[in-house]
């Protein structure tokens, strides 16, 4: 309200109020391959306008004269009870964006109380970003790695550093196809942006040394796997094409093999995902789930929760919009299972309709990540308390007091309510 106040009086807020001008002003902001990285999608980008349409698909039926003055927006997940339904979704090489990126996320998220789900493919040791968040509510994504020891050295870490739960990503075992970064010849860890959470990691060092301790190649240190990848950027520059095709050259091939074939595994099935709750006392999610009988093996697997996400559409063209898997989701997991959704959301009313359908909160990827070009973690601060001002009056308006009043009964598909 002091956002709309301030409107009103005629004071223009630091980052734009709408998603389209925001990333209006981002793109404008950001360097070619940043943008490409950050707005990019799979293939034709067919997921990614499916999200929106989704979204566009459903009408709010606002209910009149429902005597409300003001809204509780908390919610309560694992045991924490939340400002909002709102969290930050992971994001990988954000210093494509701006230099410690995931530190200035983290005061943003902080400033919010909105959780901050830190990605395993992060700038900054998760160490790092814990501190500059103090007590503010963090969560950790996991890629599940080929080494059993890394995942559980993670996992270890994130626990020391107060995460107060764990996303295991399932859709990116492998990256996806995307032309955005690939006609660029722009790799995701490009100058080694993305690996802070292997290089500062113990097992991740001693699995390097282990990998190149053959005296007649490179010395057993993490430099090698930098210098490969940067090395492995240059080749790219020149030839642009698939990250495969650019380790043709044998030189650099050995080390960057190794990290690739560390920090993912295109063999992961249910069986090793069901071992997660041995591994640690966090409560756990797997991120990337838009089928029904996905939804109940997860379950099955010890799950706590679900984040239902096509990954922004950037992992599978053609894929289904995230808020058209939800309602399935949440009719095979029942009612008490925690459901998070991403992909897509950009306003208010997108929230409302989200929770509507059967999402206890959802997770925003791309707006923060706009608000971070333009204003480092002051935008990532104001862009969700833009976008909680917006829930919150949208919610007023269509005579909602509580996010427990967000249910089916308030939308429509058809052109009329009915
Ligand atoms: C992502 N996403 C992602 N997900 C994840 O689990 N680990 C990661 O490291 C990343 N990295 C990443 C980088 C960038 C630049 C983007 C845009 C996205 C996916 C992310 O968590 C989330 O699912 C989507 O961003 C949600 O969609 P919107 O809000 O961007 O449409």
Known sequence: SLIYRAGVLGRAPQVPTDFATLETRARAAMSARAWAYVAGGAGSGATMRANRAAFERHALVPRMASGHVSRDLSVELFGRRLPTPLLLAPIGAAAMVRADSDVHIGRGAAATGVPYILSNQGCSPMEDVAAAMGDAPRWFQLYWSTDDALVDSLLRRAEASGADAVVVTLDTTMLGWRPQDLNLG????????????????????????????????????????????RTMLSISREHPGSLRDNLRSPEPRAAVETFLDIYSNPGLDWETLATIKSRTSLPVLFKGIVHPDDARRAVEAGADGIVVSNHGGRQVDGAIASLDALPAVRAAVGEGMPLVLDSGVRSGADVVKALALGADAVAIGRPYMYGLALAGGAGVRDVVANLVAELDLTMGLIGAETVDDLTPEILTTGPAAG
Do not use: C, H
Request: net charge neutral; aromatic share 6%; hydrophobic share 35%.
């Open 186 to 229: 722009s790799l995701p860890f490009s100058q080694g942006i993305g690996i802070a959470q292997y290089t500062s990691d113990p097992r991740f060092r001693e699995i390097v040394r282990e990998r190149t301790a053959d005296p007649g190649r490179a010395k057993g240190d993490v430099e090698v796997t930098l210098g490969a990848i």
